[in-house]
Structure formats: structure tokens, C-alpha cells
């Protein structure tokens, strides 16, 4: 998403195979999405914000990606993107079986109705259906990492 604003929003072992050489291989291109450059670039800024703690830089990306209007208060928002984003924002060690999603989910539309926030950009239906995939999969697999520092390197690894 970050490097190539490409997203497969299906992801499952049958999407993929692991050739000899080791590659990886896409068997499945029906749930791929390719977004606009200014989507991929808001993304990737959201992102890079979310890791400084940037409130401000946090806030412009959420307006350029259609999350909130400009006379919305960011502050709810900003919670959202803690629950959403807990795994990833402390440099330790993480199980994603400790990661409740449907009690974070609920958690997020709590804050959300509360809020009245009801913008849904196109775009991020496509994404949290990529993340709950990932996340089911990381759990069945019991995927233990450090996931700030996976995500600091996809992060670092673009520059805009």
C-alpha cells in the first residue's frame, strides 16, 4: 500500500503460493485494489504521523483522505487510530492473540456513533478487510513479533 498503492484485500493462504526460489506468489487478482497516488501518499503520511505521535500531521491526513471534515474535532479520531493501531505503537514484542478484535471493533463503533462520524471513504473498506484477514491469519499462526518495528521499516523504506 505504502510503496505502490496496491492493496489484495483477500489475503489467505489459497491467494498465495511460496515458490523455490522463495518468492512470493499472487494465484488470485479478483480482490485486488489499486488506488489513486493522492490515497497512497495520504496513507503512507497517516502512517509515518501515527508513529511520530503527530497530532497535527495526523489530523491533515485524515482530511486528505476523507476521514473527518474540517470542522470535525480530530481528538475521537485520534483514539480510533490508538485502538486500531495498538499493536504497532510500542517497540516490543506483540501477540496478536492478545489483540481482542471484536472487542477492539466495538470499541471503534462506540467512538465513532458517539461522534456522529459517519464519512466511510470507499478506500478504507478495502483495507480493514485486509487487516481483519491479516489479523485472523496472524493469530491462527501465532505470528509473535515485534510489529512496531516491521511497520517502522514499511514505513522508512518510502520516501514521498
Known amino acids: 500500500m505504502f510503496e505502490f498503492g496496491v492493496l489484495h484485500t483477500d ?3 489459497g491467494n498465495y503460493l511460496v515458490t523455490y526460489h522463495p518468492k ?12 489513486p497516488e493522492e490515497i497512497r501518499k ?8 501515527i508513529l511520530r505521535r503527530d497530532q497535527a500531521a495526523i489530523t491533515k491526513c485524515l482530511l486528505q483522505l476523507g476521514f473527518i471534515n474540517r470542522d ?3 481528538e475521537p479520531m485520534f483514539r480510533i ?14 501477540d496478536p492473540r492478545k489483540y481482542d ?3 477492539k471493533g466495538m470499541q471503534v463503533a462506540t467512538i465513532g456513533i458517539e461522534n456522529r462520524f ?20 496472524l493469530k491462527q499462526l501465532g505470528t509473535v513479533a515485534n510489529w512496531h518495528r516491521i511497520f517502522k521499516e514499511c ?6
Open 81 to 94: 487510530l490508538d485502538v486500531i493501531f495498538e499493536p504497532v505503537l510500542k517497540d516490543r514484542l506483540y
Open 118 to 137: 459517519f464519512n466511510v471513504p470507499g478506500h478504507r473498506v478495502f483495507l480493514v478487510r485486509a487487516l481483519i484477514g491479516l489479523d485472523a491469519y
Open 101 to 103: 478484535s471484536i472487542e
Open 155 to 160: 514505513v522508512d523504506r518510502v520516501r514521498d
Open 11 to 13: 489475503p489467505h493462504p
Open 42 to 49: 495520504g496513507y503512507h503520511g497517516l502512517a509515518a504521523a
Open 24 to 35: 512470493l506468489a499472487i494465484l488470485d487478482f479478483g480482490s485486488i485494489r489499486i488506488f
Open 72 to 74: 470535525d474535532d480530530p
